[in-house]
């Protein structure tokens, strides 16, 4: 039997995104499956010596992979991860809040996936200048792109034994736009009657979230509010250091790390790199490595429990020691 090779690209980018990304690459070559991991460029120092915040050569390399690894970009950000997700048509944005042991935090009771709308909503980039003193943004909201995400929560919640979905809107003012995202979350949530639905307003979420956030599990929302509310999650569980995401489409995967470039630390050894340790357990469950999956979060787990961490979370590693820490509980 052949073995299943997984292909897969690599894009450090800037500041601390390549250093966290060479930890993330360590413990998923400590599992021992078969990788195939191709480096490209891109971001701010590849703007600099190549003209180009992201080639055609990294465009390709990601269209052709089984999933991308992404580390950050600096102010090319914009130019490189919103395009590199519109190409790779990811639809989805994943994001686990999950307060890990040991770790500082407002709220050691959270738990909760976000799953946000990546395509339209106010983020479709319609934007006009009606007169001098006026100017305006088109919502887009489509049955196609709602129904999508709703769908993928809804069955996200199923495979994780039957956990709550919140759809969280705001329909009460936004009749047409939420009215119509709400109407396709019902019409979805009749197809898995066998998971928990409800449906919250989002300002009423943003203060049970600070106040009581062990009241949801999974939030499906719109591409704004889910921008918003998945900060204001990572801020519950103690801020960027823990926090992974997953874009996800059709055909194609991309891995970041919440947080940026870092530019105060980088270079210095300094970076936690369970963020993207994590998205890399993220992407093992992707490719159908469950077990794997399990695995690298729970070693991540024990590690931030026993103090072996950076110092971000009052440790005393550095990045690589910190990732050589958890390929040793693998
Ligand atoms: P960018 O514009 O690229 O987002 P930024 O200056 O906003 O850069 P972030 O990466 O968003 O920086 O980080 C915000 C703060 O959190 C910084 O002080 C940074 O040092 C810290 N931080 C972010 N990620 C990590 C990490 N993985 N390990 C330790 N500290 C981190
Ligand atoms: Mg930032």
């Known amino acids: 039997m052949t073995e299943n090779i997984y292909d897969i690209a690599v894009i450090g980018g800037d500041g601390i995104g390549p250093e966290v990304v060479e930890a993330e690459i360590a413990v998923l070559e400590a599992t021992g499956l078969a990788w195939n991991f191709s480096s490209y460029e891109a971001g ?19 269209l052709a992979a089984q999933a991308v690894i992404f580390g950050a970009a600096g102010v090319s950000a914009a130019d490189v991860i919103l395009r590199l997700r519109a190409e790779l048509g990811t639809f989805v944005n994943l994001r686990p809040s999950v307060a890990y042991k040991g770790v500082n935090c407002l709220h050691p009771q959270t738990d909760m996936m976000i799953v946000r709308e990546n395509t339209e909503c106010l983020y479709a980039g319609i ?29 996200w919640a199923r495979q994780a034994g039957g956990k709550k979905v919140t759809a969280v809107h705001k329909a009460n003012v936004l009749r047409k736009t939420d009215g119509h995202f709400l109407q396709c979350c019902r ?12 449906e919250a307003l989002v300002d009423s979420v943003a203060m049970r979230m600070a106040m009581r956030p062990e009241e949801f599990q999974v939030i ?50 300094k970076a936690n790199p369970s963020a993207a340790i994590l998205c890399g ?48 509980r693998l």
């Open 44 to 62: 701010d120092d590849c703007l600099a010596s190549r003209g180009q915040a992201l080639p055609q050569a990294t465009l390709d390399g990601a």
């Open 281 to 328: 357990a993220m992407l093992l469950r992707h490719l159908g490595q469950e077990q794997w999956a399990a695995r690298v979060e729970k070693a991540v787990a024990d590690c931030v429990a026993d103090g072996q961490a950076t110092s971000d979370l009052g440790g005393k590693l550095r990045t690589m020691e910190m990732a050589r820490a958890v390929i040793d």
């Open 127 to 155: 934007e006009a200048q009606l007169t001098p003193e006026v100017v305006t943004a088109t919502r887009v909201i489509t049955s196609q792109a709602s129904t999508r995400i709703v769908n993928y929560a809804l069955e």
């Open 220 to 269: 499906v929302t719109t591409n704004l509010f889910g921008d918003i509310l998945s900060d204001l999650a990572a801020g519950l569980i103690g801020g960027l250091g823990m926090c992974p995401s997953a874009n996800l489409g059709q055909a194609h995967a991309l891995f970041e790390p919440v947080h940026g470039t870092a530019p105060d630390i980088a270079g210095q050894g």
């Open 187 to 198: 019409a979805a949530a009749r197809q898995f009657p066998d998971v928990p639905y409800e």
